[in-house]
């Protein structure tokens, strides 16, 4: 098969020859002929030696590579990545039947398929299209996906009106693609929670805090737990598991209180122990007193471009300030940062100014990250986005 080829300035290949998955404009000498948005391309040195092949996009980041190796870029293709991506899930225990039907399946560039996420719940796949080519191609992923695990998979939904680029002028439709509306009920270690793929935020729901949450349901027995940005509750009924005392749960939409309550009934009809409110996380904050003994805070991204970095962590010190100021002593704290914007040593300086803010004596007891279903390329350390820290507070 023939590809348009995008032909680059000499020297410009060396990030490739290391197989970083991404081509940004600048690199770029010619095209020939030139590509529509989303096309597969082929990729070449100044000199005309193939490079790779990736999905084509008006933008910074100009190519998304597919594969270093000369490929027909087909339905086979697709089974073979999507197979391998599989695999990794099922040999780390993570589609275990009725105790854990819920996990990302596909995590762009951590997969080797840049622009795209899939996530399961039970018989459900959701899929994401960051980029014109994966938008394009999504049909030809669902035919791959119900082929390789065709007794898994009823239903699939694309839900990309939110994530691609505008300026591709896509006007994508959210919708089922194979099957339909087959219930919304996914488990997670044993846990059920109603998942709304149509309008919640993401895929509907928060994958990758799963191992995170499962280490504060060790951490919540006898504690007093406020459980801040909760959409719809996981680190809650985690916590109700653990053995929590009482947990609040704050969000600033009702829908996603409402979300919340519909799951700590499924699990833990009738407790009391739990009470959600609609509202403000810094007001909440700022009124509340200092009855909590162990705190989430799990906002959603402050940053999504560089350009806003500086007023991000300022949110981030601000936030960390106040929980630091109201938690009990002998407390703990779960803090993260979904920002991919925000490095590591970027979100630690914010906490580390909020504690010194506080004064208090603060030890550091687990640095998170995302789990083994959102891996990281190697080769493209930008796909690590989610940091978090467990902090002891005296």
Known sequence: MSYSKVILKPGK???????????????IQKYSPQPEEGDIVEVTDCKGNFIALGHYQIGSITVRVLSFESTV???GFYKKQLRTAYDLRKSIGLDNGEYNNTFRLVHGE???????????????????????????????????LTAILPDRIKNVYYKSETTLPYKA????????????????????????F???WLKGQKTGFFVDQRENRSL???YSKNRSVLNMFCYTGGFSFYAMRGGAKLVHSVDSSAKAIDLTCKNVELNFPGDKRHEAFAEDAFKYLDRMGDQYDLIILDPPAFAKHKKVLHNALQGYKKLNAKAFEKIKPGGILFTFSCSQV?????????????????GRRIRI????????????????????????????VE
């Open 13 to 27: 290949e060396e990030s490739l020859n290391r197989f970083h998955p991404w081509i940004f404009s600048g690199a």
């Open 73 to 75: 870029i087909d339905l």
């Open 110 to 144: 951590g997969d080797n398929l840049p622009g795209l996420i899939i996530d399961i719940y039970d018989h459900t796949a959701v899929m994401q299209a960051h980029s014109p080519g994966m938008h394009y191609a999504r049909h030809i992923l669902a035919e791959a």
């Open 169 to 192: 002028q896509l006007d994508p439709e959210n919708e089922y693609l194979i099957g339909g509306d087959a219930g919304n009920v996914a488990t997670e270690n044993g846990l059920k």
């Open 194 to 196: 109603h998942v709304d």
């Open 216 to 218: 504060l349901e060790r």
């Open 342 to 358: 925000v490095s590591k040593e970027n979100f630690r300086l914010a906490v580390f100014s909020a504690a010194a803010i506080s």
């Open 365 to 392: 007891i687990h640095q998170l990250t995302q789990p083994a279903d959102h891996p990281v390329n190697i080769y493209h350390p930008e796909g690590e986005y989610l940091k978090g820290l467990v902090l002891y």
